[in-house]
C-alpha cells in the first residue's frame, strides 16, 4: 500500500511540474509577444505619420510628435520593432504615388535619426535581414517624362514634369536610404560608417590578425574615406527641382540629407588632412591602391560637392545658411614609393608635415594640391552676372 500511494504521489507531482512549466512557457511567450492593443496604436501612429492629412507626413511639428509616440510604443514591447519594419515596409510596397512613398521612407529616416542606439541597431538589423526594406517602393511612375506622357518630344505637360522630378527624387532619396542604413549616429552626434566584419582566417574560420596596429589603423581610416565619398555621391545627386520643392516632405527629406552631409564631409575633410600629414600606407600595395582611389575620386567629387552646395544655397533649399568650406583638390596627384634610408635628405618628401606620431608605416608621398573655397556674397554675384551674361548672350 505504501508503495502504491507513492506511486500516485510521485504521479501528482510530475504532472504538476508539467502544468507550472506549461503556464511560465505561455506567461513568456505573452510577455514576448506585443500586445494587439500596442500594435493597433503602432499602426495608427504609422499611418498619421504617412497619409499626409491634417499637417501629418510633412516633417512639421506633428511629426516629431508622431516619431516619439512611435519610438516610445515600440520601446514598451521588444517584438514590436520587427512590426513596425514589416508594416512601413508593407506601405512602401502598396504606395501608388511618389508623395506617399517619400512619406514613408522619411519616416524611416527619422526614426533612425531620433532613436536611441540600441533601437537603431535593430532597426539596421531589420534592414539587413530584409524586414526594413527601403527600396520597397513600386509608385508606378515612370522617370522619363516622354514615356510618362506618352506624346512627342516637343510636349511634355506640366503635370507630368512634376510627376517625373518628384519620382526621380524619390529613387534618389531611395538610394541615399540604402547607403545611410550603414551609418551609425556616435556619442559626439556625428555620422560614422559600421565598421566592416573582419577579415576571416581560410585555416580555421577566425578573425585574422592585423599585422600591426599602424595597418589596422590605416585601413580603417581608408575604409571611412571610402564610406564618405559613396554617401556624398548619392547626395549630390539629390537636388530637387522647382516642381519637387513645392512638396513639403520632400523640401523635409532634403533638408535632413543637406544637413548630414555637412557631416560627413567634415569627416572626409579630417580623414583626408590625417592621410596627408601623416605617416601611410607605402609598405601595403593593398592599401596604395586605396588611397590612391581615394584620392582620384576626391578630384573629382569636390569640384561636384562646391558647385552642388552653391546650388543649393542660391536656391534656398532647406533654409540653410551655414555651409562647410569645401576644399577642392586638384588632379596633380603622384604616388610613389617609400623613400629609402640611402636618398638624399628632404628628398621626395610630401608638401605637409607629420605633426606628431601617425598610426601609419611609411609617407604617402603626394604633390596634391589644394584649393580651399569659401562660399560669400561676392562669390554669389559673380555667379549672378555670368549667369545673367550667358541668357543675355
Not at 566584419?197 to 571611412?224: R, T
Amino acid at each position: 500500500m505504501k508503495v502504491f500511494r507513492g506511486k500516485i504521489w510521485t504521479a501528482l507531482g510530475s504532472l504538476m511540474d508539467h502544468a507550472g512549466a506549461a503556464a511560465s512557457t505561455k506567461a513568456s511567450t505573452a510577455a514576448a509577444a506585443p500586445d494587439r492593443a500596442l500594435l493597433a496604436d503602432i499602426e495608427a501612429a504609422i499611418a498619421r505619420c504617412t497619409d499626409g492629412g491634417g499637417g501629418s507626413g510633412s516633417g512639421g511639428v506633428n511629426d516629431d510628435r508622431h516619431v516619439h509616440e512611435i519610438l516610445f510604443l515600440v520601446s514598451n514591447a521588444p517584438g514590436a520593432i520587427t512590426f513596425l519594419s514589416r508594416r512601413i515596409t508593407a506601405r512602401l510596397e502598396a504606395a501608388r504615388t511618389p508623395a506617399t512613398a517619400l512619406r514613408s521612407l522619411l519616416l524611416v529616416h527619422r526614426l533612425l535619426r531620433a532613436g536611441d542606439r540600441y533601437f537603431e541597431q535593430d532597426f539596421r538589423g531589420l534592414w539587413a535581414s530584409r524586414d526594413l526594406r527601403v527600396d520597397a517602393p513600386r509608385c508606378g511612375c515612370s522617370c522619363s517624362p516622354l514615356a510618362a506622357s506618352g506624346a512627342g518630344v516637343n510636349y511634355v505637360t506640366a503635370s507630368v514634369a512634376a510627376a517625373t522630378g518628384a519620382c526621380s527624387f524619390l529613387h534618389g532619396y531611395t538610394a541615399y536610404l540604402e547607403e545611410r542604413m550603414q551609418w551609425v549616429i556616435n556619442q559626439s552626434g556625428n555620422l560614422e560608417p559600421t565598421p566592416p566584419p573582419p577579415p576571416q582566417d581560410p585555416d580555421d574560420g577566425k578573425p585574422h590578425p592585423h599585422s600591426s596596429y599602424a595597418a589596422a589603423a590605416a585601413e580603417a581610416l581608408l575604409f571611412k574615406l571610402s564610406m564618405c565619398q559613396r554617401l556624398l555621391d548619392v547626395a549630390v545627386q539629390l537636388l530637387p527641382d522647382n516642381n519637387t520643392s513645392a512638396s513639403a516632405a520632400a523640401r523635409s527629406a532634403f533638408g535632413i540629407v543637406l544637413r548630414e552631409s555637412f557631416k560627413v564631409y567634415d569627416a572626409f575633410k579630417e580623414g583626408m588632412d590625417v592621410m596627408l600629414r601623416s605617416r601611410s600606407v607605402g609598405r601595403s600595395k593593398s592599401l596604395r591602391v586605396s588611397a590612391h582611389e581615394v584620392l582620384r575620386k576626391a578630384c573629382a567629387q569636390t569640384p561636384e560637392l562646391k558647385d552642388f552646395y552653391h546650388k543649393c544655397k542660391r536656391s534656398n533649399v532647406g533654409k540653410i545658411m551655414e555651409y562647410p568650406v569645401v576644399r577642392i583638390i586638384t588632379p596633380a596627384i603622384e604616388l610613389v614609393p617609400p623613400i629609402s634610408s640611402e636618398a638624399e635628405p628632404g628628398a621626395g618628401e610630401v608638401a605637409l608635415e607629420s605633426e606628431g606620431e601617425a598610426p601609419f608605416e611609411s609617407k604617402l608621398e603626394t604633390t596634391i594640391s589644394a584649393v580651399w573655397v569659401e562660399f560669400d556674397d561676392e562669390d554669389q554675384k559673380a555667379d549672378r552676372e555670368t549667369t545673367s551674361d550667358d541668357h543675355g548672350s
